[in-house]
Structure formats: structure tokens, C-alpha cells
């Protein structure tokens, strides 16, 4: 593998010095000056577009601040096309330049029809509908403003994220997330603390793909959310910047810059964010087991979290020639965080009389850091969308922890008691080398083609120290482990693409080969899994007319097992809880239907689906007695996965967005989905039906002085397995934003959770345990925040791209 990746390095790196060695083109200098026609009032970021009529390649730039403009062209004949926002565009046809040139005085005159249908245009692009997927731009959304990753993915349509941060798709939880269309240091699969440091303000738009085709990974049986970076492409230097404060105590800024030249492009995200995050929880246990010395307890949790985390991204994109160039992209995360946790806990006798209470101090330190490398190269050929990228990307991830836990009696004696001290040094490297090839047949075919290899190596060296009668800390054996984790999938893939008529059609097949090694260092464990599988796609779509279309998806999809699913050693939740994994875990594989309408009015847009999806070997965690107690006579419970025969979920989902009038427009989604699991492990019944649901509506509206109100309320039904039972659960959200600086400048305030209501209530019951608990992760937050835009417009979208946010879409837009 190393061999592979350094033929490549030494090819690119041979292209590239070979491609330098080339004659420039010669460029000319084209000159002239924008200004409206009725006053003669100069327009500054006025757009200049040069389309040559050969060729691919585009070229452009902005006006100054007294309406002149000064870009460099190579020689040829252009169509170019001048715009400014709500003005009419002026096209000057077959402009050929072989010279200097001066265009003289160019008059845009105003547009009122577009001037009053801005928001409603603006608001019809927030949701693009593609052969296999739906793409959400989220640059209106007031109420995640100075929020993060979380608060985003929590606002999109069959998205939810619950008080832990699990995101789910459709109301299932194995979601791949990708950023920029590949695995990132940032997220892992569904890594619900690096979401929740991940500043809202770098984001630029969602992609929601419930029927994935070949050329992505086939992990995540719910499918993939594809998060797509902010990345400017306008000549000259540009960008945003947000600062933002909130109670409980949070603060931050993030800043969005690029600079392009004509040859190189520089661009940046850059965000830090300090957070408190209190939050709390409440559990009542009945134990039904003959060893339990105490049959019920109360405990009364309280969280105390912070951190500071600094995230950046750093790019540069080279023009080595019109149709080859190379992006090279550092990613940085430093986190460092603090928590607290105190636990009360009251143990009473079968009467409710209270026998005993403990209190139990938990302080963990952490760090966390990331550092990842990316290298792309990408070649056009001569016919339009024919294409060659490679890609290589290396990851080294390090979390180091340590935790100091004491234990107090205060009734009916106070005694202090031995503390327990935990460290846990985890290291991870990551390599990936990808390949893809875009081949177009004719003008409505398409052949594509590619390898992968995801190349994961994980070592946890987790120690439990015990605390002796002389304050010391002596090693508990038992409980510390190195635990090894490799995982390494390699794979293929090729699609063919098909557009007759109004039919389109995708047809893709991949292939995984996937090896994993499992080690407990000095322990007798040295498990291996190695499997091959082949995963078949299909998306079809039939188009009535631009503004209405059916489409038809078929995938199938696997879930692999995470490395702390299959650690066997036990890792203390509490002092009666531990989760512990389970090595002889198998992956589970899913086949999936969906079927999808979508319409588009002068005022609303409609989409809605309904899907069926088929999985063997699901995984599910279960609740279980371990036989021991605590000191005080307390059972200890283990919650461990396993695999249960099959699972069948079906359900129907929608989406309509209404612009009754210029100031007001809003949104809603719904999905109802059923979830039927069949299953024995050890003699048994875990099987359960689920039957649940969930809502969101959002409201914008324009109040006098130009301010905007916009309200978001989001209902999750109850839900239920063979073990628990969840309450439903309503939260609401409000922000308030106002432009200023002759519209630079945005003054947004949010409320996050209004109501204080986001919290988990829930039952869990096995035949020795039953307990009800409510937690609540974050309580309700104020949030202030001032974006300030540097050399550009707000609601400005530039659609010339010259460069690739992620996975292109190369058949069936």
C-alpha cells in the first residue's frame, strides 16, 4: 500500500514540474467601468464573466469600489456577461480579444421584476432535488447562527439529533457522515462530540443521500450526510467573519476568507469556541434481583462540561494548466475540555425507607487533537465532464484523558472512601487513496469508474487505578487493557449513467473487501474478520417537466462494527453501569427501496417519499444483570451489543416549502416510519415493533425595520425496543437578525430550546431491573452573534464555481 501511495505522490509531482515547462498563455488586460443608468452612479462587486466560446475554462472578476474593472484574459473569443443583483444582465457576444481592450461604459439598468422576486428565488434554491440526493443550503437559517455542526444537521428535513447528539436518518441512528465528500478528522461515524465543536458558520450546504449510489462508501445502513465547507472561488480577496456570545457561558468566532489570484486559489476556515455546557439527570431503579441489598435508588445527576476548541482549514488550489490542477488542504483540531459530574445517589429498603447516600465526584481532564492532510489532482479532458482525480489523504488523531473519581458516604455516616483514577491514551492513524474516472458517452451517457482503500489503525491504552489505605494508586490488572484496533477496506466500483427522453437512469455496482484485526496486548485474544460483499445500486428518475419529477432508488448498504462495540474489556458508565463490547459481533447488511416525488410551483415546493428498507444481523444494545454488586449492595448493570436476526423499516416522509407573501415564508417535514425487529440471543426474545414519528416547522418572517423573526418547533414521538421506552420530546427555537452596515454587517440573537423542554424521558425495564430516568444534555441557551462580509454582498451566490466542493455531481442534475 505504502509503494502505491508513493507512485502516485512522484507521478503528480512529475506532472506537475512537467506542466510548469509549458508556455504560458499570453493574457491581455480588459478594461472598462460599471454604472446604473438612470443615476450614473458607479456599482461596486458588479460581476464580469468571460465564457470562451472554446474551451471550458472561465474567467472573471469584480468591479472596484468606483465601478472599474481591470481582468486579465488569455487571447480567444468570449461571450461576457456582466451582473449585479436585481439589475438586468448585459451580454456583449463574439468580444474577441487579442489585445489590451477597454469596453468603455457598460449600463445595467435595474430589474423591478427580479428585485421583488429576490426572496422567493433565494428561497426556492435552499433545496436542489439530484438523481440520488438532496441538497440543502444553509446559509438562511438564523436560528444555528454562532451554533454548530449539531444545530444545523438538527434543522434539516428527516434529520434529528437527540440530547446525546446521536444524529439519525430517518429515525435510524448508522449514519456515514462525510465531509466534502470523504471521511474527515472532524466527524467520524457519527461522532456526536467532534459535530457539536464544529462551528454552523464553515457550512455551506447539506447533502441528504437516502439512496447512495456505487461511487460512495457502502458504510452507514440509514445512508449519508454529506457536509459541504464553505469555499470561496471570486478573484481577489474576500470573506466573512462572525463573533458570537451566549449564556450559560459560551463564546467564539469563526472567519470564512479566500483569496484567489488567476493561477492559485487561497481559502481558510478558521474557528475557536469556548463552551459551558451544564446539563443534568434524574434516575429511579428498582432492582428485582435476590442479591440486591438495596431494592431502589434515586440518583441525582449534574453535568459540568466545558471546552475550548480551535478548528481551522487551510486550502490552496493550483491552475497547473486549464484543465488540470491540484488542491492541497491541512485540517486542524485542538480540544481541550473539563468535566464534572456529581452524583448523588440514595439507596433505599423494600419500605422506600432510606437505608444510605453516597455521593460520587467525577473529574476528567482531556485533549484532543487532529491533524489531517489532504492532496487532490484533477484532470479535464477535452470533452466536457470526461475526468481524472486522485486523491490522498492521511489522518492522525491522538485523545488523551484522565479522571480522578472519589467516593463519599454522607448518610448515615460521613466517610470518605478510596478514590479510582483513570487515564486512557488513544492513537489513531488514517490513510485513504482514491481514484476516479468520468468517461462521457455521447451527449446523454456516462461511464465512471474508481478504487479506494481506507487504511484505519486505533490503539486504546486504557489503566483503572485503584486508591490503597496509603493514598497510593495501585494498577487494577483486571481492568486496564491495550486494546488494537486495524480495520482496512478496500474497494471498486463502476456505474453507468443513461439519460433517454424525460427517463434517467443510474446503474453502479461496488465492491469492499474488508480485513479487520482485533488484539488485546498480553491477553488471549487475537481475532480476525475478513469478508467480501458487493453492493448494487440503482436510481431512476422520470422528468414531467423542469419542475416536477419521479425518482426510484434501490441500494444496498452495510454496518460495520465499531471498535469499542467489540472491545471485550468493561468500561465504567458508573459505578453500577458498564458498557462492555462484544468481539464476536458481525456486520449487518441492509437493502433499501425508496420511491420520491417532487414538485415545484410559483410559491411552494413539495417533496415527499416513501421507503422500505430489509437488514440482517442488526445490531442492538441490550441491558443485562452482571450478577455482582457494588460495596453497598448495589447490582451492577452491563449494556452490551448484539446481533438479532432481522429488521424491517417502512415509512413515509414530506416536505413543503410556502412563500405567501414577499416577507413571510415557511417550512415544514414530516416522517412516520414503523421499525419491526425479530430476534433471540441466548435463549431470549429481544423482537419489538417501534411505530413513531417526527415533525419540524420553521417560520421566517419580515417585521417593520427590516428585521427578521423566524421560529423553529420540532416534535420526536415516542419510541420503543424490546427493553426501553422513550417519551416523546418538543423543543422550540427563535432567533431575531438584523442587517446593518449598508447590509455588511448581520446582528442575529437566538434562544436555543425556549422552553427548556429538550430532554430525554425514558423506561428501562429487563426481568431483575427497572428503571425511569430524564436527561437533559444542554439547558436552554442565549445566543448573540455579528457577521461582518468583506468585499461581498449578502445573498450573493456566485454559480460559476471553478472548483469542486465535494462529490461532483456528474450525472443525473
Do not use: C
Not at 444537521?153 to 446521536?166: H, K, M, Y
Not at 459551558?276 to 440518583?299: C, K, V
Not at 455521593?359 to 487532490?376: F, G, M
Not at 498480553?522 to 428518475?541: H, I, Q, R, V, W
Request: charged share 25%; no cysteine.
Amino acid at each position: 500500500m505504502r509503494n502505491i501511495v508513493i507512485i502516485t505522490l512522484l507521478f503528480l509531482a512529475f506532472y506537475t514540474l512537467n506542466a510548469q515547462q509549458k508556455k504560458e498563455f499570453t493574457k491581455y488586460e480588459i478594461s472598462g467601468l460599471v454604472v446604473e443608468k438612470n443615476s450614473n452612479q458607479t456599482l461596486e462587486f458588479a460581476t464580469l464573466i468571460f465564457k470562451p466560446l472554446k474551451g471550458k475554462r472561465v474567467f472573471g472578476g469584480l468591479t472596484d469600489s468606483k465601478g472599474n474593472f481591470k481582468i486579465e484574459v488569455p487571447k480567444g473569443i468570449y461571450t461576457v456577461s456582466v451582473e449585479f443583483l436585481s439589475f438586468k444582465t448585459i451580454t456583449l457576444q463574439n468580444i474577441n480579444i487579442d489585445q489590451n481592450k477597454n469596453l468603455g461604459t457598460i449600463y445595467l439598468e435595474e430589474d423591478a421584476e427580479a428585485l421583488d422576486e429576490i426572496e422567493l428565488i433565494a428561497e426556492k434554491s435552499t433545496v436542489e432535488i439530484r438523481l440520488d440526493k438532496k441538497i440543502y443550503n444553509v446559509g438562511k437559517d438564523m436560528t444555528v447562527k454562532g451554533g454548530t455542526a449539531s444545530d444545523v444537521l438538527d434543522n434539516i428535513p428527516s434529520v434529528t439529533v437527540d440530547v446525546d447528539g446521536v444524529v439519525s436518518l430517518r429515525g435510524n441512528e448508522n449514519v456515514r457522515i462525510l465531509i466534502n465528500g470523504k471521511p474527515s478528522g472532524l466527524v467520524g461515524l457519527n461522532d456526536t462530540e467532534a459535530l457539536r465543536q464544529f462551528p454552523a458558520e464553515s457550512i455551506k450546504k447539506i447533502e441528504v443521500i437516502t439512496s447512495p449510489s456505487a461511487r460512495y462508501d457502502a458504510e452507514g445502513t440509514a445512508g449519508i450526510l454529506n457536509i459541504i465547507l464553505r469555499q470561496g472561488q471570486a478573484l481577489g480577496f474576500n470573506g466573512s467573519a462572525t463573533i458570537n456570545a451566549g449564556t450559560p457561558t459560551n463564546y467564539g468566532f469563526s472567519t470564512n476568507l479566500n483569496y484567489r489570484l488567476d493561477k492559485v486559489n487561497f481559502f481558510t476556515n478558521i474557528g475557536y469556541r469556548y463552551r459551558d455546557a451544564p446539563g443534568n439527570a434524574y434516575y429511579f431503579n428498582e432492582y428485582l434481583s435476590s442479591t440486591a441489598t438495596y431494592p431502589f435508588t434515586e440518583q441525582n445527576i449534574n453535568y459540568n462540561r466545558k471546552r475550548k476548541n480551535l478548528n481551522t482549514n487551510f486550502g490552496m488550489e493550483y491552475f497547473i494548466t486549464e484543465k488540470a490542477s491540484i488542491t492541497a488542504n491541512l485540517l486542524f483540531r485542538n480540544s481541550d475540555g473539563e468535566n464534572s459530574v456529581n452524583n448523588n445517589t440514595d439507596a433505599f429498603d423494600e419500605n422506600l425507607t432510606l437505608e444510605n447516600t453516597e455521593l460520587r465526584i467525577e473529574n476528567e481532564d482531556s485533549k484532543d487533537k487532529v491533524a489531517q492532510y489532504s492532496l487532490n489532482f484533477t484532470q479535464d479532458f477535452k470533452n466536457d465532464g470526461h475526468r481524472l482525480s486522485f486523491d490522498f489523504q492521511y489522518q492522525d488523531n491522538k485523545e488523551d484523558e484522565f479522571g480522578i473519581i472519589t467516593n463519599e458516604e454522607t448518610y448515615p455516616d460521613e466517610i470518605t472512601k478510596s478514590s479510582e483514577k483513570i487515564t486512557s491514551d488513544e492513537n489513531q492513524q488514517k490513510v485513504l487513496l482514491q481514484g476516479d474516472y468520468v468517461l462521457p458517452i455521447g451527449e446523454n451517457q456516462q461511464f465512471e469508474a474508481g478504487f479506494r482503500g481506507n487504511i484505519n489503525d486505533l490503539t486504546t491504552d486504557y489503566k483503572f487505578y485503584n486508591e490503597d489505605f496509603n493514598g497510593e494508586f495501585i494498577l487494577n490488572e483486571d481492568l486496564s487493557n491495550i486494546f488494537d484496533y486495524n480495520e482496512n477496506i478496500y474497494a471498486l466500483y463502476s456505474q453507468y449513467g443513461n439519460k433517454f427522453g424525460k427517463i434517467s437512469a443510474l446503474f453502479g455496482l461496488r465492491m469492499e473487501i474488508t480485513d479487520i484485526a482485533v488484539k488485546i496486548i498480553g491477553e488471549d485474544l487475537d481475532s480476525k474478520k475478513n469478508y467480501t460483499d458487493f453492493f448494487p445500486t440503482a436510481n431512476l428518475a422520470y422528468e414531467f417537466s423542469e419542475n416536477e419529477n419521479i425518482t426510484l432508488g434501490y441500494n444496498r448498504r452495510i454496518r460495520r462494527p465499531r471498535s469499542r462495540f467489540i472491545n471485550p474489556f468493561p468500561s465504567l458508565s458508573s459505578k453500577t453501569n458498564i458498557f462492555q463490547g462484544n468481539p464476536d459481533l458481525d456486520p449487518s447488511i441492509s437493502n433499501g427501496l425508496d420511491l420520491g416525488y417532487f414538485k415545484r410551483w410559483n410559491k411552494v415546493t413539495f417533496n415527499t417519499s416513501v421507503y422500505y428498507k430489509h437488514a440482517i444481523d442488526v445490531f442492538q444494545f441490550i441491558t443485562e444483570d452482571t450478577g455482582e454488586t457494588t460495596d453497598e449492595g448495589i447490582p451492577i448493570m452491563r449494556r452490551t451489543p448484539i446481533n438479532l436476526s432481522t429488521n424491517d423499516r417502512y415509512g413515509f416522509e414530506f416536505s413543503v416549502n410556502y412563500t405567501p407573501i414577499k416577507s413571510w415564508r415557511f417550512n415544514t417535514s414530516f416522517n412516520f416510519y414503523n421499525s419491526t425487529t425479530k430476534g433471540f440471543y441466548e435463549g431470549v426474545d429481544y423482537g419489538s415493533e417501534n411505530t413513531s414519528w417526527f415533525a419540524r416547522f420553521s417560520s421566517k418572517i419580515v417585521l417593520p425595520a427590516k428585521i427578521d423573526w423566524q421560529t423553529t418547533m420540532m416534535y420526536r414521538g415516542p419510541s420503543e425496543n424490546s427493553q426501553s421506552k422513550r417519551d416523546g420530546m418538543f423543543m422550540t427555537s427563535m432567533a431575531f437578525s438584523k442587517d446593518i452596515l449598508k447590509g455588511n454587517g448581520t446582528l442575529t440573537f437566538n434562544i436555543d430550546d425556549l422552553f427548556n423542554s429538550r430532554k430525554r424521558s425514558m423506561e428501562t425495564f429487563t426481568d431483575t431491573y427497572i428503571s425511569n430516568s430524564e436527561f437533559q444534555w444542554r439547558e436552554r441557551q442565549f445566543r448573540l452573534s455579528f457577521a461582518y462580509r468583506f468585499k461581498q454582498k449578502k445573498k450573493r451566490e456566485r454559480q460559476r464555481g471553478m472548483g469542486n466542493g465535494g462529490e461532483e455531481e456528474v450525472f443525473g442534475g
